[in-house]
């Protein structure tokens, strides 16, 4: 393999282009995620319990005068924010594309007698019933790594599921201080590891695009069989406006922002994350 090939996958592409794999169906991949999401002391692939638990409550609070609600909770993974509804006495459907995070909740939810309804599928690609749910949820910033067209579809799709003065509650990362949140290059060598069950070499960076306030997080991964594969993640900023303009396209309105839910810690937390509730009043 000649090295101008590797320099060639590394440059900066296009915005939006996309990469040549996918992580969340991957096999191995989305093992190692499900043991992320499953860890209690990180903030990866989900937040610290303690944090799930408290965003829970402000989440409840917020819709307190509806009762028992219908949730549909998009991106639920291994339903650990679905099973504390549930606990609560609410009627939860959790959506996740991988297997592995959806069988796992089944299997939880059955070992604790829960009844919770999950659907191994992509969110974009759902089919619901209109005007069912009371809340739509999407937490830990999943909105904002979907390019415009994908966050069209997928806010079509909650307006339309949502019952008349149902909310949506999703959290984004702020546009505050975007370029102190460009990760350096960095590389690694395993024998295995997170990308891979076997020999790999890693090649991690991020691109600033300023004026559309979007980082592409890029890692490029060449096995021993000399195999690249390209992941890109698309990671949109935002502020209360841009979002207010959003959601106003969609129909969505009462618009409230808080950047407080979260315990100040580094730059991806505390006011670096904004939550929003936008209801469905038109």
């Known amino acids: ?57 402000w989440i409840l609070e917020s819709q307190k005068e509806n009762g028992v609600l219908n949730i549909l909770d998009l991106g639920c993974g291994p339903g650990l924010y679905a099973e504390i509804f549930a606990h609560k006495g609410h009627n939860v459907t959790g959506v996740d ?32 019933e209109e005007g069912k749910y009371d809340l739509v949820m999407m937490i830990y910033t999943d909105l904002g790594v979907l390019i415009p067209e994908q966050r069209n579809v997928l806010l079509k799709m909650v307006y339309r599921v949502l019952r008349q003065g149902g909310r949506l509650i999703f959290d984004v990362l702020s546009d505050k201080d975007i370029k102190q949140k460009v990760t350096p290059k960095d590389w690694e060598v395993c024998k295995s590891g997170f990308w891979k069950d076997g020999p790999y ?51 969505f309105d009462s618009v409230t922002f808080r950047n407080d839910i979260l315990p100040e810690s580094d730059i991806w937390h505390g ?12």
């Open 1 to 57: 393999m000649e090295i101008t090939e590797i320099a060639l996958h590394c440059e900066k592409p296009k915005i939006h282009e996309k990469g040549t794999s996918f992580m969340w169906t991957d096999e191995h991949i989305s093992k190692q995620l499900l043991d992320i999401h499953l860890n209690p002391d990180l903030d990866l692939a989900s937040r610290k319990m303690s944090t799930i638990s408290s965003t829970v409550d």
């Open 271 to 282: 006011d670096n994350v904004i939550f929003s509730i936008a209801s469905k009043n038109n």
């Open 97 to 128: 594309i991988s297997r592995n995070s959806i069988d796992y909740a089944k299997k939880s939810a059955i070992d604790k007698g829960l009844e919770i309804k999950y659907i191994n599928a992509n969110y974009l690609d759902l089919d619901l």
């Open 201 to 251: 070499l890693a090649l991690s960076e991020s691109f600033l695009y300023n004026e559309q306030k979007v980082i592409l997080y890029q890692h490029t991964i060449i096995d021993s069989g000399k195999i690249i594969k390209t992941y890109r993640f698309w990671t949109h900023f935002f502020n209360f406006e841009d979002l207010k303009q959003i959601l106003g396209r969609h129909g």
